[in-house]
């Protein structure tokens, strides 16, 4: 089994060593190319259009080895994708890792490339390639792509040699991706034009430029009768769609932390409804946390805090929760000697009870966020950790607002070794736990959209003068919003947040996802729909970043998986 997956640029060390891979691929087997076009392919996979087109990189793993690559240039104004290699690695045959590339190109191109995929194979033609081993291995080649319904096109000059010495010249081949419709005369010109003026700047003179463009007389262009036959396509054993799929880690302990008082709408059935609704659409694939020890969680959290939290929740009797009633408002730095009595002393509000279970499903989010993230570090683009309890309410010593450990804040701080993070918090209500964990800190950038404290838990922060402090001056942001919000007003506040996310260039994103800005939701004030959801996801994935969301908040449960479902569909579309 091994996996496919886009490599964005080498700033990872996985993705570097990726790289490496392929640029010793590239030396070994494609000996045209010098070392300084080898080189510059970590540049070119950063560069969103140069010179008229973007490199986009596919690699097949297994555990750290990399069995091949394919590289493919998009152009975007002419509207076509070029697939300019596709390789396995040496002494490696069969296994379906070439086809399974290659339906991955395929998948790419159907996304960005209405007028279809194209690509340059040498002949079949002894006329054309006068050594008979190349000959056989030019027939193999046209052979295979042919089963895909690719074939070149015919009765133009586009495998005119540049000079008469010149031997197998390429035929254009396109791959018009299953849609059924012919290529026109007009957009096939403009594809040669665009391949050789663009691909092979500096090396076509204008008046062979013109000469094979103007060869293209048919209209539809007429391509060449199949040669091969029929041959079915074997099946591959990935998903090669894999990496457009959102690596889901869902809380398997979520439901023994289950308060039945009237009110509580921090329920179980939130994990089952948009669970549900992201299988439903084919958006997720599942992986089981692992458990990490608690030196993560000391790492953001105070250790009494910590240690409070623990042995509290040990001691309570199943079915008893404990809430806090007494808060430490004169003297806070003597806590009380009675340990249900010290609740308060830990606590922001009289409504987010301990009981024995709390400890255990809140450990678990933190694991599951944790393994979201790590799958991140190892090359997952797009990483969500479905868990509840939530976190971001969650500070350095205090637990409220339904959370105990700021799920988000541990595995930002975990990145954060790896690189520069923003975290972005879009819950209705104020992300105070992460604001200030991080608030003396640079290298993570807090940036958070909410209602007003003057009419929003958690009432006592999350105003627009809190910068952050020492190292952490001007790293968090906080957009605090009107009473009545629509899905317009709360993208121009996105995309503000957008910005400063930006200047912080980081390597990271974690996002805390609310659910509750939905119309009708219990807790909020706002009417975002489902659209305003699919909206906004695409607009976090226009900073093409790798992702990590954590769940927060969301608790109308008739829209839940609905607006789950949209946001996500957002954010996986211009990946």
Same mark, same amino acid.
């Given at each position: 089994?091994?996996?496919?997956?886009?490599?964005?640029?080498?700033?990872?060390?996985?993705?570097?060593?990726?790289?490496?891979?392929?640029?010793?691929?590239?030396?070994?087997?494609?000996?045209?190319?010098?070392?300084?076009?080898?080189?510059?392919?970590?540049?070119?996979?950063?560069?969103?259009?140069?010179?008229?087109?973007?490199?986009?990189?596919?690699?097949?793993?297994?555990?750290?080895?990399?069995?091949?690559?394919?590289?493919?240039?998009?152009?975007?104004?002419?509207?076509?994708?070029?697939?300019?290699?596709?390789?396995?690695?040496?002494?490696?045959?069969?296994?379906?890792?070439?086809?399974?590339?290659?339906?991955?190109?395929?998948?790419?191109?159907?996304?960005?490339?209405?007028?279809?995929?194209?690509?340059?194979?040498?002949?079949?033609?002894?006329?054309?390639?006068?050594?008979?081993?190349?000959?056989?291995?030019?027939?193999?080649?046209?052979?295979?792509?042919? /089963?895909? +319904? =690719? &074939? $070149? @096109?015919?009765? #133009? !000059?586009?495998?005119?040699? *540049?000079?008469?010495?010149?031997?197998?010249?390429?035929?254009?081949?396109?791959?018009?991706?299953?849609?059924?419709?012919?290529?026109?005369?007009?957009?096939?010109?403009?594809?040669?034009?665009?391949?050789?003026?663009?691909?092979?700047?500096?090396?076509?003179?204008?008046?062979?430029?013109?000469?094979?463009?103007?060869?293209?007389?048919?209209?539809?262009?007429?391509?060449?009768?199949? /040669?091969? +036959? =029929? &041959? $079915? @396509?074997?099946? #591959? !054993?990935?998903?090669?769609? *894999?990496?457009?799929?959102?690596?889901?880690?869902?809380?398997?302990?979520?439901?023994?932390?289950?308060?039945?008082?009237?009110?509580?709408?921090?329920?179980?059935?939130?994990?089952?409804?948009?669970?549900?609704?992201?299988?439903?659409?084919?958006?997720?694939?599942?992986?089981?946390?692992?458990?990490?020890?608690?030196?993560?969680?000391?790492?953001?959290?105070?250790?009494?805090?910590?240690?409070?939290?623990? &042995?509290?929740?040990?001691?309570?009797?199943?079915?008893?929760? *404990?809430?806090?009633?007494?808060?430490?408002?004169?003297?806070?730095?003597?806590?009380?000697?009675?340990?249900?009595?010290?609740?308060?002393?830990?606590?922001?509000?009289?409504?987010?009870?301990?009981?024995?279970?709390?400890?255990?499903?809140?450990?678990?989010?933190?694991?599951?966020?944790?393994?979201?993230?790590?799958?991140?570090?190892?090359?997952?683009?797009?990483?969500?950790?479905?868990?509840?309890?939530?976190?971001?309410?969650?500070?350095?010593?205090?637990?409220?607002?339904?959370?105990?450990?700021?799920?988000?804040?541990?595995?930002?701080?975990?990145?954060?070794?790896?690189?520069?993070?923003?975290?972005?918090?879009?819950?209705?209500?104020?992300?105070?736990?992460?604001?200030?964990?991080?608030?003396?800190?640079?290298?993570?950038?807090?940036?958070?959209?909410?209602?007003?404290?003057?009419?929003?838990?958690?009432?006592?922060?999350?105003?627009?003068?809190?910068?952050?402090?020492?190292?952490?001056?001007?790293?968090?942001?906080?957009?605090?919003?009107?009473?009545?919000?629509?899905?317009?007003?709360?993208?121009?506040?996105?995309?503000?947040?957008?910005?400063?996310?930006?200047?912080?260039?980081?390597?990271?994103?974690?996002?805390?996802?609310?659910?509750?800005?939905?119309?009708?939701?219990?807790?909020?004030?706002?009417?975002?729909?489902?659209?305003?959801?699919?909206?906004?996801?695409?607009?976090?994935?226009?900073?093409?970043?790798?992702?990590?969301?954590?769940?927060?908040?969301?608790?109308?449960?008739?829209?839940?998986?609905?607006?789950?479902?949209?946001?996500?569909?957002?954010?996986?579309?211009?990946?």
């Amino acid at each position: 089994m091994f996996r496919i997956r886009r490599i964005f640029d080498d700033t990872l060390s996985v993705d570097r060593h990726a790289v490496a891979q392929v640029q010793e691929i590239l030396r070994q087997q494609f000996h045209l190319l010098s070392n300084e076009e080898v080189d510059k392919l970590p540049s070119l996979l950063k560069e969103p259009v140069r010179h008229g087109f973007s490199t986009v990189l596919f690699v097949a793993e297994k555990a750290d080895s990399l069995l091949g690559f394919a590289t493919v240039l998009h152009f975007p104004d002419v509207g076509f994708a070029y697939l300019d290699f596709v390789s396995v690695k040496p002494r490696l045959t069969g296994g379906g890792v070439g086809g399974a590339l290659y339906e991955r190109v395929r998948d790419d191109a159907r996304q960005a490339s209405p007028l279809g995929l194209f690509f340059e194979c040498l002949p079949d033609d002894p006329a054309l390639c006068r050594d008979p081993a190349t000959l056989e291995q030019n027939k193999a080649r046209l052979r295979f792509y042919e /089963r895909f +319904g =690719a &074939r $070149p @096109l015919d009765g #133009t !000059a586009y495998e005119t040699p *540049l000079s008469e010495n010149d031997d197998c010249p390429p035929y254009l081949v396109w791959d018009g991706l299953d849609r059924g419709r012919p290529l026109r005369q007009g957009p096939a010109k403009a594809v040669v034009r665009a391949i050789l003026e663009r691909k092979y700047k500096g090396t076509c003179p204008p008046d062979y430029v013109n000469a094979v463009v103007n060869s293209l007389r048919d209209d539809p262009i007429r391509l060449r009768r199949p /040669r091969y +036959g =029929a &041959r $079915p @396509l074997a099946k #591959t !054993a990935i998903d090669h769609n *894999l990496d457009r799929k959102i690596l889901t880690v869902v809380n398997d302990r979520h439901e023994i932390h289950h308060v039945r008082e009237r009110g509580y709408v921090e329920a179980p059935v939130r994990v089952g409804s948009i669970l549900k609704a992201l299988q439903d659409a084919d958006l997720c694939f599942t992986a089981r946390p692992r458990h990490y020890g608690d030196a993560y969680v000391r790492r953001v959290h105070a250790g009494p805090f910590v240690d409070y939290l623990k &042995r509290m929740c040990a001691a309570l009797p199943p079915g008893k929760s *404990l809430y806090p009633y007494v808060f430490p408002i004169r003297n806070a730095a003597r806590p009380p000697k009675e340990m249900p009595v010290r609740a308060g002393y830990f606590c922001i509000d009289t409504f987010t009870p301990l009981n024995s279970n709390a400890w255990q499903a809140a450990r678990r989010a933190v694991d599951c966020g944790l393994t979201a993230a790590e799958a991140i570090l190892k090359g997952q683009r797009l990483a969500y950790a479905l868990v509840r309890p939530p976190g971001h309410h969650a500070e350095r010593r205090t637990f409220g607002g339904f959370c105990y450990f700021n799920t988000a804040s541990v595995a930002a701080d975990l990145l954060a070794r790896h690189g520069r993070v923003a975290l972005l918090d879009i819950d209705y209500h104020h992300g105070n736990g992460s604001q200030d964990i991080f608030y003396a800190r640079s290298d993570v950038l807090t940036v958070s959209i909410h209602g007003h404290p003057n009419f929003a838990y958690p009432y006592f922060s999350g105003f627009a003068d809190e910068h952050g402090q020492d190292q952490g001056e001007g790293f968090n942001l906080n957009l605090p919003q009107k009473e009545h919000l629509d899905g317009e007003g709360y993208r121009t506040a996105l995309r503000k947040a957008m910005q400063r996310i930006e200047r912080h260039a980081p390597d990271f994103l974690v996002v805390s996802l609310g659910l509750d800005p939905a119309k009708g939701d219990p807790t909020g004030t706002w009417s975002l729909s489902a659209r305003d959801f699919l909206e906004n996801g695409k607009l976090l994935a226009g900073l093409r970043l790798p992702t990590l969301v954590i769940q927060e908040g969301g608790y109308r449960i008739r829209t839940l998986g609905t607006n789950a479902r949209h946001f996500f569909t957002g954010l996986v579309a211009v990946r």
